[in-house]
């Protein structure tokens, strides 16, 4: 075990969960590594049946929740893992919402006491990040983890980790992406993708400091954007200052989120971590 940064590729696939057979699959895509959401148990038990039905994917959770997954149990099953494929598993870890978890605390407490536990029962800071939006956890992630694994987010807050974390860490936002040259279809699928978030506090918070006003997230359930500016990779909100950072043609496509400064690529899933960033 190690704390060397990790190296998932350039992308990976994020999502509820795949079988065993789907990961093969994604693998021979040349995909990186499977990020599994949902926050899953802390048995994590679906984790080595991937990593035996392939050869170099990795699999990294996206994210578990502090307040349902114990950490002591956690740990037991990273080393589980660990042991098993060495190097193939990196454990994401977010703090939960407010709305959704009766257990919950100031966020900063909460998650060092949580590390200071994963530190005691072993699991290294080189195979762990943290889900973070706001510049506290950032930091936060930069000082205790690997890096930071957040989700619904812009490139601009891409931008701003990298600037808080430094230029090591690993950082690997999630963003979403909608495969069609239909803007109307891509604005409904945008909609719909993010209306889990619009009644979490700490999506909006973050939504607000990157300068989205109070009224915009609700707005976006009522009625389409004013327009969808149509780049290789396009914003479901105008961008006045989108520009692609690469001359490389990318497949026509429309982002179901904001905005400026994206980066082009000849390779998209529905919804990818970019490790690179």
């Keep these: 075990m190690t704390n060397i940064k990790p ?15 789907q990961a093969k699959d994604i693998e021979a895509l040349g995909y990186g590594a499977v990020w599994v959401a949902g926050s899953p148990p802390a048995e ?41 494929h060495p190097g193939r598993f990196l454990l994401g870890i977010a703090v939960g919402h407010p709305e959704a978890d009766e257990e919950f605390r100031k966020p900063i407490d909460a998650i060092n006491d949580y590390l200071d536990k994963l530190d005691e029962y072993g699991v290294p800071k080189g195979r762990r990040v943290l889900a973070a939006l706001g510049p506290q956890l950032l930091k936060l992630s930069a000082r205790r983890t690997a890096g930071t694994h957040p989700a619904n987010t812009t490139p601009e807050h891409t931008a701003q980790a990298r600037q808080a974390l430094g230029p090591d860490a690993f950082i690997a936002p999630a963003h979403k992406a909608v495969l069609t040259t239909d803007a109307e279809k891509a604005r409904a699928v945008g ?3 993010l209306d889990i978030y619009l009644d979490l506090t700490n999506y909006l918070n973050s939504l607000k400091r990157l300068g989205f006003t109070d009224d915009e997230p609700h707005q976006a359930r009522q009625r389409p954007p004013r327009r969808c500016t149509h780049l290789p990779t396009a914003a479901l909100r105008p961008s006045r200052r989108a520009s692609p950072s690469t001359s490389t043609p990318a497949p026509t496509m429309y982002l ?5 400064n994206l980066k082009t690529s000849s390779r998209h899933s529905p919804n990818w971590p970019d490790h690179s960033a």
């Excluded at 190296?7 to 057979?21: A, W, Y």
């Excluded at 179901?256 to 400026?260: D, G, H, L, Q, Y």
């Design 191 to 193: 909609r719909k993708a």
């Design 7 to 21: 190296n998932l590729g350039r992308f990976g696939v994020f999502g509820t969960g795949v079988t065993p057979d």
């Design 256 to 260: 179901c989120k904001c905005s400026p």
């Design 44 to 84: 994590l038990d679906w984790v080595e049946p991937i990593l035996d039905n392939t050869t170099t994917l990795q699999v990294a959770t996206g994210v578990i929740n502090i307040w349902s997954a114990d950490a002591g149990r956690v740990a037991e099953s990273f080393h589980r893992i660990e042991k098993a």
